[in-house]
């Protein structure tokens, strides 16, 4: 969006420990209701109290995970202002085409698509252009 990279290795930290964190919480929530327990109760039978604590406790993570996250932005946008690549999977699909930070109408003319996005065998010409998209008007 700010045409900047964010910090891989904060990235990494926020990416898995969100993912552990949300699995965490919603995994026991399926077994909690396969136990019999009901939703929108204010207290929780005592055999299912263990895992209600464990939901609750995996949830702030999930919310310590979206801190990282934030930082990362900050850190990014006013401390690193790194500038990130316009394409660093050299993907050929559209969506990848546009210059970062992308400007208010994406392309200045409309693109022809001429071939398939994903012909990923097939040697780009040049580093990070695209056979599937030419400026045809």
């Given amino acids: 969006m700010f045409g900047l990279r964010l910090n891989e290795r904060l990235a990494k930290i926020h990416f898995w420990s969100l993912f552990i964190a949300f699995n965490s919480t919603f995994m026991p929530l399926f077994v909690l ?7 929108r109760v204010s207290t929780y039978a005592p055999n299912l109290q263990g895992l209600n604590d464990w939901v609750s406790i995996s949830a702030f993570v999930i919310g310590l995970s979206m801190l990282v996250f934030l930082f990362n ?22 969506e990848w085409q546009v210059p970062t930070p992308v400007p208010v109408n994406n392309f200045e003319k409309i693109p022809v698509i001429d071939s398939d996005p994903y012909e990923y065998g ?6 990070g252009a695209a056979p599937a998209v030419s400026a045809g008007g």
């Fill in 33 to 39: 209701g396969m136990k019999g327990m009901p939703r």
């Fill in 122 to 127: 097939t040697p780009l010409p040049s580093r």
């Fill in 73 to 94: 932005v900050i850190y990014s946008l006013i401390i690193v202002r790194r500038p990130a690549e316009s394409n660093p999977w050299h993907s050929k699909a559209l």
